[in-house]
């Protein structure tokens, strides 16, 4: 009884996070073609819906009732596997991330927290161990489709994702040396009571080089302009995903947006100071009002998540795509010594100004 | 983006060096981007629901005309299947039966799918029976339909230019004319 309510509150909250990136996922493929065609002096969809908002949904059926056509060469198990493996690892990270403060509210006389599924101590590892079974997906489905140019994508993106994971992984050791913590909702804890507490800016050693690396370092991750190389459409067509169609495609399509949310979710938990207001406390909690102050910050959450969101878009109006070697040269030549010298430095300062 | 790419032997200025290292680049192309979306002035029209003006001289779908009491002006001449560089047009030329002396085309093709819309054979019409309208939309389903005879070419001239010429002799008494039945000349003998 326990354990069978237990379990029914936790696929409620898992099924709450699952709509809620699901349906963000469907807002980024409008967002993003809206905002690259303003910026580009376009007006991007406008014939489905007003002014295009239901262009996410006429999208959706499409995939949805195309053929699923497997490519006589495939190999057909590692063909099914690997959209599945791309969207899996994508979704699980969502897990750990806190979208809310850390309160925990009595619910069927059980303590449950609201806003983050389980706030389990190796939080961040958990996410980036996820990362990196993603680009097994991305590998596999670009092997398996018997293609050249899903094989060169798959190529490309196994040498970036693995290159660029580690600046990531190395860019957070100093938000880790700061708050002395993995679990991500003590991390977020530990930069509240203002904007000069974010881990970006606070002292004694302000993260901004490991900001600015993992910034850069998350949108070679994701696959995104300007690192687009394994799916670089004006040389390898739709690179790994060439072959898939329909369902499977989708697959692909939403493990990429979700890959993004996760990285935006994580930059702003560990730079941004997560679901904390950039003013002490919360305006709500200063009101007397402090049972609706969770909606406050919910809302700063999103609006960090939703900045790094606009910041992708963004790069992606602007930039043109790198070079290959200029990808692995800024990646292993500029990218790593700095976050190798931000350790150091961190380090050095954490000992000297413990916090 | 790429600060370790110095093959030159020069030193950078300090500058150079900042500007790399603060991505000055890039923030001097997002600020364009960013401009634009804050500008925002779409030069996107439309289409299917909102049409361009066309400019005066604009070459569309070509048409045969009529005079004004609805004979055809075609006389049959060849002179703008002669003109065509894509070899559109086919004219099969023929006498008006009963008037030996003034000639029309019995049967006139226009292959559509190779027309170029030059507009040369409007140039070489010697009678302006041909002209071009300002219609555009001709996408179909079968190439075939774009094999006009002459009766689709005249509903087209039809439809395009509702205000028809008078006849060339009964235009202006100084105007020069040909092709036309002499009525009191004796007829040929057949």
Redesign the interface.
Known sequence: MEIGLRLAVSLAQIAAVMGVVMLTVMVLTLAERKVLGWMQDRMGPMEVGPYGVLQPIADGLKLFFKEDIIPAGANRFLFTLAPILALVPAMIGFAVIPFGPSMTIELFGMQVKPFVISDINIGILYILAFASIGAYGIILGGWSSNSKYSLLGGLRSAAQVISYELNVGLAIVGVILLSGSLSLVKITEAQAGGFWNWFVIAMPFPQIFAFVVYVISSVAETNRVPFDLPEAESELVAGFFTEYSGMRFAFFFIAEYANMILVSCVAAALFLGGWNAPYPGTILGHLGLDALAWIENVVWFAAKVYFFLFLFFWLRATLPRLRYDQLMRFGWKVMLPIALGNIVLTAIAAYFFPR | ?????TTDTKRKPFSEWLKTLTFYE?LV??K???T??LN?????L?YPHEKRLLPDNYRGMLSLLRYDDGTEKCVGCDLCEAACPSRVIRVVSGEVPGEPTKRYSKEYYMDMTRCLFCGLCVDACPVDALAMTREFEWAVYDKRQLHLNKQQLLAIGDRAFPVREKRLELQHPNVAFFNVAFKHLPQKEN
């Open positions: 983006m790429n600060a370790a790419v890039l192309g997002m364009a981007t960013l634009h979306l925002y002035k779409p030069i996107t439309q």
